[in-house]
């Protein structure tokens, strides 16, 4: 059946979601070379560009793909004057399956179990690394990609461009680790995810207090990497603690797009089904673990759950929050980390006990430029009413700050302070 171009590309467009990431690790499996691999793939896009307005789309469009790919790389592999051998094993995979996927079921998790490894390979640097993640995984253009974190296209493409160079330059192999190589390459795959996450969630710079699309993708990959993977306990930690923090998603933002703070939310408004998941998901982790010490992101997710479980800002169980952050402490020592603490700490037992906590934590290196830690200060300077030194932290805050709507209400606390009110 004939479709409009608009509805092809249309169709396109969610095919390529949902089957780049399969078709690239696919590819990547036969060739070796990740780069290739989606040149493979985008070709066969290219294609369905082409065909699919005048032919309409395929009932199998994943295999239709499949199928052009692999004719791509069978030509590929000619005109480099690859071995015969190559040709007939492609050949003959290719004529054996015809319609069908061309890829075994149970080589599809494998195939993207190693493409996530490979795109999160601790050689490339921490941007590459998720702008490639994206761009393979999350089947994101360039512009996609630069558009949700603010950078300009051509620094993306680029990243993505020294990405696939690096792997080939230092001839990253195109597998899953094993071992105790597999925890450190693992914290890299979940590092990266977790970075997209929050990109979404808390968007550090630009005029939206959130990005959506980002936090739906992390997700998405968080789930993808736990079905591969189901005997990590710290991946279906992670998970939890994105789905439980996205549940809040519809009540951080007013209709116009200002950020309203955890206590001030409509918790009616919170997303009880993603709740459901992610406590699942956390109860899962904690299996898992069993006996063993919790990981960093199970014990976030505890954290998490504490709110989610919470009725009411009046409901929440402070002391159990900074317990666990305490135990987060230990697990990953953090400035980052004993200042939330210091918010439960305030939260369970008063701005007094909180402020020598942060205090201590003024003259942190790694703090100097972080918004939160005025911020937080502000915040119980205020509520003991210091309020001229409250005024300076809010100030200081919204300087620091790289996001229009965070700024905002920081401004808006420092005029509060400056009539003596908390906020």
């Not at 249309?10 to 399969?22: G, H, M, Y």
């Not at 640097?125 to 490639?132: M, P, Y």
């Not at 001030?264 to 709740?275: G, T, V, Y």
Request: charged share 25%; net charge neutral; proline share 5%.
């Amino acid at each position: 059946m004939t479709v409009t171009v608009t509805e092809a590309h249309r169709s396109i467009d969610a095919v390529w979601r949902i089957e780049s990431a399969k078709l690239i690790a696919a590819l990547a499996r036969m060739v070796r070379d990740v780069g290739l691999a989606e040149e493979l793939a985008q070709d066969a896009l290219v294609a369905a560009l082409e065909q699919w307005p005048s032919s309409g789309v395929p009932s199998n469009p994943g295999a239709w793909l499949m199928t052009i790919a692999k004719r791509r790389a069978i030509d590929h592999f000619r005109h480099r004057k690859m071995a015969q051998r190559k040709h007939e094993e492609l050949g003959l995979d290719l004529e054996t399956t015809q319609d069908a996927i061309e890829v075994e079921p149970d080589e599809v998790p494998d195939d993207l179990l190693r493409l996530i490894f490979t795109a999160c390979h601790p050689v490339l640097s921490t941007e590459a690394r998720v702008a490639l993640t994206l761009r393979l995984l999350g089947g994101l253009t360039t512009d996609e990609i630069a558009r949700a974190f603010l950078v300009p296209e051509t620094t993306v493409a680029q990243r993505i461009v020294r990405a696939k160079r690096t792997l080939a330059r230092k001839k990253v192999p195109y597998e899953v680790p094993v071992g105790a190589e597999l925890a450190e390459r693992l914290g890299s795959v979940l590092e990266v995810v977790y970075l997209v996450f929050n990109e979404g969630y808390s968007a550090t710079a630009g005029d939206d207090w959130m990005r959506p699309a980002l936090c739906a993708d992390a997700i998405r990959l968080g789930r993808i990497l736990a079905g591969l993977a189901p005997r990590e306990p710290e991946v279906s930690g992670l998970v939890a603690l994105m789905e439980l923090q996205a549940s809040r998603a519809r009540a951080r933002v007013t209709a116009d797009g200002e950020p309203i703070l955890l206590l001030d939310q409509n918790r009616a408004k919170w997303d009880r089904l993603l709740i459901g998941h992610g406590l699942a998901a956390l109860a899962r982790a904690e299996t898992l673990a069993g006996e063993a010490r919790r990981g960093p992101y199970t014990l976030q997710a505890a954290i998490a759950a504490c709110h989610a479980r919470a009725g009411a800002p009046e409901d929440t169980d402070w002391a159990r929050i900074a317990a666990l952050y305490g135990e987060l402490a230990d697990v990953m020592p953090s400035p980052v980390v004993e200042l939330n603490r210091a918010v439960a700490v305030s939260m369970a037992r008063g701005p007094e006990a909180a402020l020598p906590l942060v205090d201590a934590l003024a003259a942190e290196p790694t703090l100097a430029r972080y918004h939160l830690l005025p911020t937080v200060r502000g915040d119980l300077l205020a509520k003991v009413g210091r309020f001229e030194e409250a005024k300076a932290e809010f100030a200081r805050a919204a300087e620091l700050t790289r996001n229009a709507r965070e700024r905002e209400v920081l401004i808006a606390r420092a005029k509060q302070a400056s009539t003596g009110n908390a906020g």
